[in-house]
T-cell receptor, first 114, second 116 residues
Framework: DAGVTQSPTHLIKTRGQQVTLRCSPKSGHDTVSWYQQALGQGPQFIFQYYEEEERQRGNFPDRFSGHQFPNYSSELNVNALLLGDSALYLC?????????????FGDGTRLSIL | AQSVAQPEDQVNVAEGNPLTVKCTYSVSGNPYLFWYVQYPNRGLQFLLKYITGDNLVKGSYGFEAEFNKSQTSFHLKKPSALVSDSALYFCAVRPPFTGGGNKLTFGTGTQLKVEL
């Protein structure tokens, strides 16, 4: 049973560019959340998707957008990259009908902005 | 708004000794509380959770945590530490399900170092 998978594992971009990160949830999960973890910090919630719509959003600018596909996989898009966007981006999945169950995390995408 | 505080950036303990990693929280209503562990260059791995019921919850790898509502704390404990327990530990909180999502709020993390 595959867990949460994310791609790519590492990415290097320059300021002003755009990036797309991908996530496949754990089998049986229908909800995907994205978190940003800056160096030395705890993960910060970006947004959550289920039923192909953004349902909850953290304190991130509109440069951060996402999408969920019918197979529950998800993409995180970041436009006009800034140096401060350098971080580990974590995807987590869960099942809406299993209240209280923990979110399962992937190993993340390490994004470096030059 | 919900928040989590992990007052110690680092905890050092000798192998075989008990360990405690501290966490306090703030949330409206009865909290859902979680502990996760992160090894270098990896994602977060779930250890244990408190939803309701017994204040002492047991989780993976011999870890346990005690929920204290009056002190709004959820400290992580292990009776006998192993060198392999050395990692970064995160406490997280979320409010009960409201139909609007299950956003987790994390603390800043505590680096646990277990030495021989």
């Amino acid at each position: 049973d595959a867990g949460v998978t994310q791609s790519p594992t590492h990415l290097i971009k320059t300021r002003g560019q755009q990036v797309t990160l991908r996530c496949s949830p754990k089998s049986g999960h229908d909800t995907v959340s994205w978190y940003q973890q800056a160096l030395g910090q705890g993960p910060q919630f970006i947004f959550q998707y289920y039923e192909e719509e953004e349902r909850q959003r953290g304190n991130f600018p509109d440069r951060f957008s996402g999408h969920q596909f019918p197979n529950y996989s998800s993409e995180l898009n970041v436009n006009a990259l800034l140096l401060g966007d350098s971080a580990l981006y974590l995807c987590a999945s869960s099942a809406r009908d299993r209240e209280g169950q923990p979110q399962h995390f992937g190993d993340g995408t390490r994004l470096s902005i030059l | 708004a919900q928040s989590v505080a992990q007052p110690e950036d680092q905890v050092n303990v000798a192998e075989g000794n008990p360990l405690t990693v501290k966490c306090t929280y703030s949330v409206s209503g009865n909290p859902y509380l979680f502990w996760y562990v992160q090894y270098p260059n990896r994602g977060l791995q779930f250890l244990l959770k408190y939803i309701t019921g017994d204040n002492l919850v047991k989780g993976s790898y011999g870890f346990e945590a005690e929920f204290n509502k009056s002190q709004t704390s959820f400290h992580l404990k292990k009776p006998s530490a192993l060198v392999s327990d050395s990692a970064l530990y995160f406490c997280a909180v979320r409010p009960p399900f409201t139909g609007g999502g299950n956003k987790l709020t994390f603390g800043t993390g505590t680096q646990l170092k277990v030495e021989l």
